[in-house]
Each structure stands twice: as structure tokens, then as C-alpha cells.
């Protein structure tokens, strides 16, 4: 069992930075991998970026690439997802996710989710 808990979102301007968190509990989570997917307004969920439990492989969507980071650092039982170069489009609640697969991008593949964060761009 793992639960998250999502932080660090808020209002930012275009072209600007945030850095998002996800906490989570449970001795098992080095054994998860995590993802972070993100829902705008009357759009479905979707895809940002996944990083396996050894933090070595990971996996974006081709429309942050190059502008998002994923981390993650297991000592501390914490994800990262760095994003820079903010565009409006990424206005969305964002959403930490665990689960057992390899970086699917696929909601489905995730069974753990924290209540998500809202991130704000304007432009």
C-alpha cells in the first residue's frame, strides 16, 4: 500500500519554472514506478513523464520533453517532476501515480494516486 501526497503547484507566468513533489508512505515505495499525469478542464486524463524504482529509465510525453524533469530519490520516499519553460497548455491538476509496470503511460498501469496539485500558467 502506498499513498501520495502531491505538492508545489500554484500560478506561474509563461516561460517560468515549478517544481512539483509527491511524498509518499509505505516501505515498499523503491519497488513502484512513479508517474505523474496531469487533467486540465474538460479534457481527460493524460500523460506527463514515469521513472522506474531504480530512477534510471524514464519515459514523457512528447509534449514536455525537453522542458520536464522526473526524478525521484527513494531514501527520502519522494518524487520530482521539475518543469521549466511553462506554457499556458500546461494549466492542469497534476496527479502523482504508483504502480507496478515498467513506465507505461497508460492511467491504468497505476494503481496508487494522490489528490493532485494545481498548476496555474498564464499567459
Known amino acids: 500500500q502506498v499513498q501520495l501526497v502531491e505538492s508545489g503547484g500554484g500560478l506561474v507566468q509563461a516561460g517560468g519554472s515549478l517544481r512539483l513533489s509527491c511524498a509518499a508512505s509505505?516501505?515498499?515505495?523503491?519497488?513502484?514506478?512513479l508517474g505523474w499525469f496531469r487533467q486540465a478542464p474538460g479534457k481527460e486524463r493524460e500523460f506527463v513523464a514515469a521513472?522506474?524504482?531504480?530512477?534510471?529509465?524514464?519515459n514523457y510525453a512528447d509534449s514536455v520533453k525537453g522542458r520536464f524533469t522526473i526524478s525521484r530519490d527513494n531514501a527520502k520516499n519522494k518524487a520530482y517532476l521539475q518543469m521549466n519553460s511553462l506554457k499556458p497548455e500546461d494549466t492542469a491538476v497534476y496527479y502523482c501515480?504508483?504502480?507496478?509496470?515498467?513506465?507505461?503511460?497508460?492511467?491504468?498501469?497505476?494503481?496508487?494516486w494522490g489528490q493532485g496539485t494545481q498548476v496555474t500558467v498564464s499567459s
Open positions: 501515480a504508483a504502480g507496478v509496470t515498467y513506465y507505461s503511460s497508460s492511467s491504468g498501469s497505476y494503481a496508487y
Open positions: 509505505g516501505r515498499t515505495f523503491s519497488r513502484y514506478t
Open positions: 521513472i522506474r524504482w531504480s530512477g534510471g529509465s524514464t
